[in-house]
Nanobody, 127 residues
Framework: QVQLVESGGGLVQAGGSLRLSCAASGRTVSSYTFGWFRQAPGKEREFVATITWSAGNTYYADSMKGRFTISRDIAKRTVYLQMNSLNPEDTAVYYC????????????????????WGQGTQVTVSS
């Protein structure tokens, strides 16, 4: 089992940056693939990015490429999402997710591939 706790959300002006963190705990963190998703009011949960724990391979939604960067710190057991050039359309609750590595078929775009979710962190981008 894996527990996930996100942090780093907040209010930022358009063009600004934020870095989200996802602290993972549990005995088998290295057996999981981690993803970030987001959900805006009235919309479905949307894939943002994925990272494999061991190799650090990364995958992104097309609209996030070049603006967002997913990374992980193995020693800290933390996954990060660096978000640059934010715009109001990026406003959403951002969720960290973990899926058993053999269950997530990279790029891991479907939320149904993930077994564990954090509580979410709100990101609001003002114009």
């Amino acid at each position: 089992q894996v527990q996930l706790v996100e942090s780093g959300g907040g209010l930022v002006q358009a063009g600004g940056s934020l870095r989200l963190s996802c602290a993972a705990s549990g005995r088998t963190v290295s057996s999981y693939t981690f993803g970030w998703f987001r959900q805006a009011p009235g919309k479905e949960r949307e894939f943002v990015a994925t990272i494999t724990w061991s190799a650090g391979n990364t995958y992104y939604a097309d609209s996030m490429k070049g603006r967002f960067t997913i990374s992980r710190d193995i020693a800290k057991r933390t996954v990060y999402l660096q978000m640059n050039s934010l715009n109001p359309e990026d406003t959403a609750v951002y969720y960290c997710a973990a899926g058993w590595r053999s269950r997530v078929v990279v790029p891991g775009k479907s939320p149904y591939e993930y077994d564990y979710w954090g509580q979410g962190t709100q990101v609001t981008v003002s114009s």
